[in-house]
């Protein structure tokens, strides 16, 4: 083990301050559309799999469970929004239609 003192320190980063990938870019653009589904081919596995875990983070994150399903086959990802997701959609537009009527 090496030891030094008084040494050139990096420069602080935000906490929290990763960028968000690709992956996580596409599923919050999906998440705004009105598209019902979505798939991710990627040239590897691993890829994959670590695209279905950004994704299966999200939902348990933003406490969104329910409102979608996530599917790993192969080097693909599929994401599809659910009826609940289109139910909490509907809800939410007629909120805001009634708060921007006041």
């Not at 799999?49 to 999200?58: G, N």
């Not at 348990?60 to 289109?86: D, N, P, S």
């Amino acid at each position: 083990m090496e030891i030094r003192y008084n040494t050139e320190m990096p420069k602080k980063g935000k906490v929290g301050g990763r960028k968000k990938g690709e992956v996580r870019i596409a599923f919050e653009t999906f998440l705004k559309s009105d598209n019902k589904n979505m798939s991710l081919k990627f040239e590897e596995e691993q890829e994959a799999i670590s695209a279905y875990y950004v994704i299966c983070a999200c939902k348990k994150r933003e406490k969104q469970k329910g409102l979608y399903e996530v599917y790993k086959r192969g080097k693909k990802v599929y994401v599809e929004k659910t009826e609940k997701f289109f139910e909490v959609a509907k809800q939410l537009k007629e909120k805001e239609q009634i708060c921007t009527n006041t």
